[in-house]
């Protein structure tokens, strides 16, 4: 029995034994079969492999280009990323530089285009903007030496000669006390033709014919600014003006106006209107400005009577006031020059202005406060008649007329056409009365207040995102290329800075200049399918609500993005909100052109589709041997 119970425990054995002999035999066989096949893989795929010992795959690689043979990549990148930024060298070839020769070039102003246009009434000085074909589709660069400019209010009196290298000015107007050079910079004494003593002390005897000082006079408006030290002055008076001079002979007169900080265009009184909406000023101004006042049928002091508000001034100094005195430095006739005052004040009459005074070289007009007496008196006046179809605040290459702009209507002889506007500062706030009088559709006085206190909100929200905008004093010309209401420059009122507002033509069915005027700020017209009157390198800081989206399909995205770089000084900054796919495409068009950006989110988070582009333009400046050349 024992015998027989040791059967059993011998088999079992036995079957274990046998158990792990096959389970290593088929370990073996495994190893084996994996190593064989990955050895044949390696001969499949091996392109450098001489095959000596096979004749069909010798003839088979002679027959057959390696370039032929395909190897087997593996793609370890994501795929849910954008792309990397392309490499430097693709950045700068993508805009180019251009010539040095463009440093100034003002597209719609250039001198040798200007050439090929009539020359009565100063037509060839209007805006004369290239063809598509004829478009720059590079970048613009600045002079050598280009610094940073002074800050305000240091710039009021100062600017680097390398940012605009031009002394003809300092010898033409040596004994007017426009500019001085002073080693590496200008120096303005704040001299004009008419005041070679300084312009406070010409503001100051202006202020003794009108109060300046009770915040009813806010906007002005300089006819033939010269270098603008009236407007620089004005603003220590809380007077905010747009100076404006054609780009003609006095060279770069607007292009020092804004290198000292002050609010500028280029411009000209010839055949369509000024860029700006009816009622807009306070104040209008001439001095010795060379407009020929008196011809074409009182043509020019028509347009003022437009853009002037109900109750406005005109300011009026040299030729042809006080003639008695001055008729032979001017080197005229006293005939002449009383006939020019003659036609001058005939002018006045008819518009149903009134002199209010002429003291010494000074001599104001006021606009009447409403057109009852205007247009009953239309009898003795025959010429200008009331115009009756043209919109008063149409005025983007709109034709001068010979006719009177209606004031709106009034239901007493003493009330105020269009409304009374707040003294500045309340003005700011208040509600403007083109809103009150709901005459602009959809925008009421919810919407306004709205509207302000949303841009008290995004641009607390931009000094985060922009920290030279929060910087006290680091930025002086800034730019809204769509204001709507001017929320974005009113939210800035406090800091040292001044805003152009622009409206774009395209959106005219809400043309919301007038109330920006209203507020007591100031701005312009503009289609940004052009180029706006500016020299290259005016302003700080460019900011852009939806612009990108407005001009969708009208022109280039590219050739807007090139105009703002002509107008952005280098180190300087835009903001632009816009749909996140509009600002992906521009922040790759803007890589190419040596801006820093980022993408950030909304001010209310980043669900919001709505995203904010911030990029800064680099410095960069045409090289000393091509500007020497």
Known sequence: MAAMACIPRRLSQITLFNTKNLT??????????????????????????????????????????????????LDFLPHHLPPDPPSETARAAQFPPCDHSFSEYTPCEDVQRSLKFDRDMLIYRERHC??????????????????????????????????????????????????????????????????????????????????????????????????????????????????????????????????????????????????????????????????PWGLYDGLYLIEVDRVLRPGGYWILSGPPINWQKHWKGWNRTTDDLKSEQTRIETVAKSLCWKKLVQKDDLAVWQKPTNHVHCKANRKDFKRPPICHTQNPDMAWYTKLETCLTPLPHVSNIKEIAGGQLAKWPRRLNAIPPRISSGSLLGITKTVFVENSELWKKRVEYYKTIDHQLAETGRYRNLLDMNAYLGGFAAALVDDPVWVMNIVPVEADQINTLGVVYERGLTGTYQNWCEAMSTYPRTYDFIHGDAIFSLYKDRCEMEDIVLEMDRILRPESSVIIRDDVDVLMKLKNMMDGMQWDGRIVDHEDGPHERTKILFAVKQYWVASPLSQNQ
Not at 37 to 65: D, K, M, N, R
Not at 141 to 167: C, L, S, T
């Open 24 to 73: 290593l035999y088929h370990i073996t066989l495994v190893v084996i079969l994996c190593t064989t096949f990955y050895l044949i893989g390696i001969w499949q795929h091996s392109v450098g492999t001489t095959f000596s010992s096979s004749s069909a795959a010798a003839a088979f690689l002679s027959s057959v280009p390696c370039s032929s043979l395909k190897t087997t990549q």
């Open 130 to 291: 290239p063809e598509k074909d004829e478009l720059l589709k590079c970048r613009i660069p600045a002079p050598y030496g280009y610094k940073v400019p002074f800050r305000w209010p240091q710039g009021r009196e100062f600017a680097w000669f390398a940012n605009v290298p031009h002394k003809e000015l300092t010898v033409e107007k040596k004994n007017q006390n426009w500019i001085k050079v002073e080693g590496d910079r200008f120096r303005f004494p704040g001299g004009g033709t008419m005041f070679p003593h300084g312009a406070d002390a010409y503001i100051d005897d202006i202020d003794k014919l009108i109060n300046l000082r009770d915040g009813s006079i806010r906007t002005a408006i300089d006819t033939g600014c010269g270098v603008a030290s009236w407007g620089a002055y004005l603003l220590s008076r809380n007077i905010l003006a747009m100076s404006f001079a054609p780009r003609d002979t006095h060279e770069a007169q607007v292009q020092f106006a804004l290198e000292r900080g002050v609010p500028a265009m280029i411009g000209v009184m010839a055949s369509i209107r000024l860029p700006y909406p009816s009622r807009a000023f306070d104040m209008a101004h001439c001095s010795r400005c060379l407009i």
